[in-house]
């Protein structure tokens, strides 16, 4: 295995045994997403829970914003090249979950918990944050920074593959629709 197939899964395996690997890892998520007490409401977004839910609460908001991700992302491939197929845009987001599901049992942690919740609640009054709180968040936002940008290089990556896009235009607007993606899911679920 080479540095190639590392950033880029996509060009070396075929399609049914990503998508077999990506529903392991989706199951694995719903699982890390339950132990953590946390939601992924966006394709790049992790949500910590401030009330109770079951297990069919966070598969219900995981399977849509999933869902809703692989239907806009296909629409968007479609309009660029009409070749493409669904199995290999469902593909591309669900592997590109892969690399977030590590960062599940950090964010589990009790420490981490009890800090992002005493920040959240000074966050209207920087003088009474705690030094320890803010470390401990920028910490973890320092941790875990590595495994978003490799998250999103796989999301682009299987994306070019599936569409074979080679514009600067097509990456924009790819790169756009992404953010919004991510943002209306949020807003949405």
């Not at 919740?117 to 966050?123: D, F, I, V």
Request: proline fraction near 4%; charge should be neutral.
């Amino acid at each position: 295995m080479n540095w190639k197939t590392i950033f880029n899964p996509f060009e070396k395996y075929d399609e049914k045994t990503l998508l077999s690997v990506g529903v392991v890892f989706f199951i694995f998520n719903i699982a890390g997403c339950y132990y953590s007490e946390s939601v992924n409401d966006s394709i790049f977004h992790l949500s910590l829970l401030d009330k109770p839910f079951t297990i069919w609460d966070i598969l219900k908001i995981n399977v849509l914003s999933s869902i809703l991700a692989i239907g806009v992302l296909f629409i968007l491939a479609m309009i660029l090249n009409s070749k493409t197929r669904i199995i290999d845009i469902s593909n591309t987001v669900l592997i590109s979950q892969i690399p977030l599901i590590v960062t599940m049992p950090f964010m589990s942690l009790p420490f981490y918990k009890s800090a992002m919740s005493n920040l959240a609640q000074n966050a209207g009054n920087p003088m009474a944050m705690e030094i320890n709180d803010l470390i401990i968040v920028t910490a973890g936002a320092f941790a875990t920074l590595p495994l978003l940008v490799y998250s999103f290089v796989l999301f682009y990556n299987g994306f070019r593959t599936a569409t074979n896009i080679r514009k600067w235009q097509h990456i924009v607007l790819f790169v756009f629709i992404s953010f919004l993606l991510t943002i209306f899911s949020q807003i949405l679920l």
